[in-house]
Nanobody, 122 residues
Framework: QVQLVESGGGLVQAGGSLRLSCAASGRTFSNYAMGWFRQAPGKEREFLAAITWSGGNTRYADSVKGRFTISRDNAKNTVYLQMNSLKPEDTAVYSC???????????????WGRGTQVTVSS
């Protein structure tokens, strides 16, 4: 089992920045690829970014490419999502997930955090 806990969400004005953290415990964090997803009310879950176990490779959704950056610190068992130039449409619950590959499909991830709310005001 891997337990994931997100933090760093909150209220920010459009154009601002936030850094989300996802702390892992349980099985060896460095064995897993990690992903970030979000879900807004009434919308489907959306893939944002993923990173390989080593941090050597990343992938992003077009909607956040150039604005969001995923990174990880295996010594701290933590993955991050740096979010810049935030827009009101970025408002959602943001969740991290652990799996065996940095893929887009959420169903491929085995473990999920409960999420953290991000609200971007206009």
């Amino acid at each position: 089992q891997v337990q994931l806990v997100e933090s760093g969400g909150g209220l920010v004005q459009a154009g601002g920045s936030l850094r989300l953290s996802c702390a892992a415990s349980g099985r060896t964090f460095s064995n897993y690829a990690m992903g970030w997803f979000r879900q807004a009310p009434g919308k489907e879950r959306e893939f944002l970014a993923a990173i390989t176990w080593s941090g050597g490779n990343t992938r992003y959704a077009d909607s956040v490419k150039g604005r969001f950056t995923i990174s990880r610190d295996n010594a701290k068992n933590t993955v991050y999502l740096q979010m810049n130039s935030l827009k009101p449409e970025d408002t959602a619950v943001y969740s991290c997930a652990a799996g065996w590959a940095p893929v887009v499909s959420g169903t491929s991830y085995d473990y999920w955090g409960r999420g953290t709310q991000v609200t971007v005001s206009s």
